[in-house]
Each structure stands twice: as structure tokens, then as C-alpha cells.
């Protein structure tokens, strides 16, 4: 009876705290319009007060990254501190992962990535790569090797470093940093499952990344950042990526990992 009430007490908690995320988002005076990824019940929407839309776009953008980085915070919290018995909580962790949205398994895990630490501080803007990368045989600011040859790119314009392939089986409780945390399952031979949802339901959708290779080779710049366009940035929460000219582009979902199972 004390464990009902205590997970009635703590979903009641948390859909409140929620709830004051998406509030304190849309009071925010810095920004101009936006409509919220709330639950379903929770639908803000201040398009009125909106000048013109494709002008507004930035602002809209901003909008939705703060809301969601609040909703965002507010899980994680909540993971992080509700770790379920047979795991144990880890440093933040982000999975690079390929697959169906809807599906809730797959056999892709072995072309699935990890960033053992947030790769964005880490990268480069398109703008300053010239000076910061370019100028320095390939080398990023931060030590990590630029390869012209299979580059990525996140939401904001930064190029960033690659993860570490491919990412190690075992057992992971993953979040999007929404609704859903849960338990994610990967085999020695590239097949995944997630307890509960889908691969949606656990991607953060703020966080957007894909990987760029060259398509042709007859010009220097052909498959270069350099000719990305830095209007295309920042991208809105769960879009796809930007294409760039002269590059096969394939977007990745980003998962987060609070934990880890714990070996017996």
C-alpha cells in the first residue's frame, strides 16, 4: 500500500512540475511565439502574437528548445533520481541511434554510436571552421581530429566530434528527456529493444544530429562545411537535419542514458 501511494504521490509531482515548465516558457520575454511539446492535455500556443511567421522563425525556435530543455530537465531530475532495481544511475550519456521512429525494436544497434560526454561544447561552429579547424590540420580546439570525410553536425551549425562505435551491448535505461524512461536492451549481434515505448518516445527531440559524407569529389569544397548554409541553423526540435551540398546525409536520434545495469 505505501509503494501505491508513493507512485501516485510521484506522478501527481511530476506532471505538476511539468505543467510549471511549459508555464515558465511561454512567460519568458525574450522570445516571441511557440507551440509547446506538452502532453497531451497541455496545449500552449501564442501564435497571435505573431508579426510574421518566417520572420519570427528564430524566435519560434528559441521558444521551443527552452520549453523542451524544461521538460527535458524535469525527467531527467526524476530519472536520475528513480533509478530502478537492477540498475545503477551514470554520468549523462548520449546514444547516436538509427532506426524506425514507431519501432520499439531492430537489428541496427551496431551502427548505433556513443558520446560518452555532450559533444556540443565540444564542436565548432560552420562559421569559425576555417580559422579553428581548417588552419589547424584538422584539429578541433578541443583535441578531437575533423574527418572530411565523414563529418557531423548538430541542431545549432556546430560541427562536433564523431561518437565511439559501435556502441557495447548490454542493458541501458534511456530517456528523451520527456515521458518515457525505460530499460534499452542491446544484443552482441546488433539487435535492440526497449521495455516500454518506442525509439520516439526516448529521442530528445531538441537535440538534433547527423552524419555528412562527401557525394563527389570535383571540387575542393564539394562535401564541405564551408558551404553549409548558417541560415539553415538552429533547426527546430524533432526536424530534420539540413541538407549540404554535395554530402549523403543521414540524420540520428540522440538518447539519453541515466543508467546502466548493474553486473551481477
Known amino acids: 500500500f505505501f509503494f501505491s501511494f508513493v507512485t501516485i ?12 515548465s511549459v508555464v515558465l516558457a511561454c512567460q519568458l520575454p525574450s522570445v516571441g511565439a511557440f507551440h509547446a511539446s506538452a502532453p497531451r492535455h497541455i496545449s500552449v500556443s501564442l501564435t497571435a502574437k505573431m508579426k510574421n511567421p518566417e520572420e519570427d522563425k528564430p524566435l519560434l525556435i528559441r ?10 530537465t524535469t525527467q531527467i531530475l526524476f530519472s536520475s533520481l528513480f533509478v530502478p532495481a537492477g540498475f545503477k544511475k551514470v554520468p549523462l550519456q548520449f546514444i547516436a541511434a538509427l532506426g524506425e521512429p514507431k519501432s520499439k525494436s531492430g537489428t541496427s544497434a551496431n551502427e548505433w ?13 560552420l562559421k569559425d ?52 524512461t525505460t530499460p534499452l536492451t542491446i544484443e552482441e549481434d546488433g539487435r535492440w529493444s526497449l521495455d516500454q515505448g518506442t525509439l520516439y518516445d526516448v529521442t530528445h527531440l531538441p537535440c538534433r544530429s547527423a552524419r555528412y559524407h562527401p ?23 524533432g526536424a530534420k537535419m539540413p541538407e549540404v551540398a554535395g554530402c549523403d546525409k543521414q540524420d540520428y536520434a540522440v538518447l539519453f542514458i541515466v543508467g546502466k545495469a548493474v553486473e551481477e
Open 129 to 180: 571552421f576555417d580559422s579553428l579547424i581548417e588552419k589547424n590540420n584538422g584539429y578541433a580546439p578541443d583535441g578531437w581530429i575533423y574527418n572530411k570525410y565523414d563529418w557531423w553536425l548538430e541542431e545549432h551549425g556546430i560541427i562536433m566530434p564523431s561518437p565511439d562505435f559501435p556502441l557495447a551491448p548490454g542493458r541501458y535505461l534511456v530517456t528523451g528527456g520527456r515521458f518515457v
Open 63 to 72: 521558444r521551443a528548445v527552452i520549453a523542451s530543455t524544461l521538460l527535458a
Open 215 to 237: 557525394a563527389t569529389t570535383g571540387s575542393v569544397l564539394a562535401g564541405s562545411p564551408v558551404i553549409a548554409k548558417q541560415s539553415d541553423f538552429p533547426v527546430f526540435p
Open 113 to 125: 554510436g556513443l558520446w560518452r560526454d555532450d559533444p556540443g561544447p565540444r564542436g565548432v561552429y
Open 9 to 20: 504521490e510521484f506522478t501527481m509531482m511530476k506532471q505538476a512540475l511539468v505543467f510549471l
